[in-house]
T-cell receptor
Framework: KNEVEQSPQNLTAQEGEFITINCSYS?????LHWLQQHPGGGIVSLFM???GKKKHGRLIATINIQEKHSSLHITASHPRDSAVYIC??????????????FGKGTKLSVIP | DAGITQSPRHKVTETGTPVTLRCHQT?????MYWYRQDPGHGLRLIHY???????DKGEVSDGYSVSRSKTEDFLLTLESATSSQTSVYFC???????????FGEGSWLTVV
């Protein structure tokens, strides 16, 4: 069973700060996902990675397959970035199927 | 937005009654998942499906059953609801292991 660990669990930042959220996992994966969940809201996929780096606006996601580690960076943070960020990994579970395993999330609060 | 809808969105039910949650997709995605989200636990897999009539258990499947008789619908049934099943339930869909995950908006279930 894959174990997914995120750090930190909670993060408070001043508006404009550069933010990093980390994710590590225990076994080989086929893909890693970064998700965003606003309070009381649904869950939105930000990135899906299997190697390297992806960028979308102020968000950057990187993955190091050898080290089983991924980071989500937010540049020039803004109060609207306040949300829970969730790391999830997809791994083969046998019988031709794949399973998602989730981290417990990082709660980010950006203060004006 | 992916065409995925959950119903009902909110439900209050009594202990011992059966409850069925429905997840409906219009995307023809092969994989469908049911998760529950609870404070301190994050998202936990209940059951998933990798095709019509192909389902498997997740890490918290006790007390739940599922059915998928057609591609677009994945039903989650609580045969006899208990207070410990009070939670937010999310359905998710995906084309496969290396594809983006799309989540429904969630179903808030309260068992009294």
């Amino acid at each position: 069973k894959n174990e997914v660990e995120q750090s930190p669990q909670n993060l408070t930042a001043q508006e404009g700060e550069f933010i990093t959220i980390n994710c590590s996992y225990s076994v080989g994966i086929s893909a890693l996902h970064w998700l965003q969940q606003h309070p009381g809201g649904g869950i939105v996929s930000l990135f899906m990675l299997s190697s390297g780096k992806k960028k979308h606006g102020r968000l950057i996601a990187t993955i190091n397959i050898q080290e089983k580690h991924s980071s989500l960076h937010i540049t020039a943070s803004h109060p609207r970035d306040s949300a829970v960020y969730i790391c999830a990994v997809t791994a083969y579970s046998g019988a031709g199927s794949y399973q998602l395993t989730f981290g417990k999330g990082t709660k980010l609060s950006v203060i004006p | 937005d992916a065409g995925i809808t959950q119903s009902p969105r909110h439900k209050v039910t009594e202990t011992g009654t059966p409850v069925t949650l429905r997840c409906h997709q219009t995307e023809n995605h092969r994989y469908m998942y049911w998760y529950r989200q609870d404070p301190g636990h994050g998202l936990r897999l209940i059951h998933y499906s990798y095709g019509v009539k192909d389902t498997d258990k997740g890490e918290v499947s006790d007390g739940y059953s599922v059915s998928r008789s057609k591609t677009e619908d994945f039903l989650l049934t609580l045969e006899s609801a208990t207070s410990s099943q009070t939670s937010v339930y999310f359905c998710a869909i995906s084309l496969g292991s290396g594809n983006t995950i799309y989540f429904g908006e969630g179903s808030w279930l309260t068992v009294v």
